[in-house]
């Protein structure tokens, strides 16, 4: 949506600069914060989503349909999105990221303000996107449990700027030493003492 300052990229095989609209349909993304609107119902939102990808009526109803299954929403499809739990919400925002399915799909802050369990469910979906669907997952987190759990690479952002990248396992050996967990890893590289409040991994 920025011009970019600088440098070229690729996503999904697709140059940002020359072919904008051809990232756009092969991204899926779920902000942080979410944007359902609490009126309508889950079969509507998801529906909704699908035409805006400009599939026709019935398609849309199929895909809405296909990511109800796939996501564990069937039995809440005819509820207002008001009446869902915070796991459902984050469940029923991922599907609308996934209707078009995407080759990368942007996860901002997944798991924020989720209780345990649905944390751990919504790990076991993100594990069985990339799974099943060969999805690349790019994930931010403040969370480096959640980092450790769930990339396959991490780029640890301090200050604005990249401090350090890798598997967590090279992460932890390289920052870390032995039995070190990825938290000592951060802390090593950004040269803090404590836990850090506010500082996002990208995965």
Known sequence: MLPPTGG???????????DPAGVRARIGYVAQSGGLDPACGVREELVTQGRLHRLPKDAARRRAGE??????LGDLMDLPTAALSGGQRRRLEIALGLVNRPEVLFLDEPTTGLDPGSRS?????VRRIRAEHGTTIFLTTHYLDEADALADRVVIVDAGAIAAEGTP??????????????????????????????APVAI
């Open 8 to 18: 070229e990229a690729t996503v999904a095989g697709h140059d940002l600069l020359r």
């Open 121 to 125: 469910d919504l790990w076991d979906l």
């Open 169 to 198: 396992a090279e992460l932890k050996a390289r920052h870390g030493g032995p039995g070190a967990g990825l938290q000592d890893a951060f802390l090593a590289v950004t040269g803090r003492s404590a836990p850090p409040e506010q």
């Open 67 to 72: 990511l109800a299954g796939d996501l564990g």
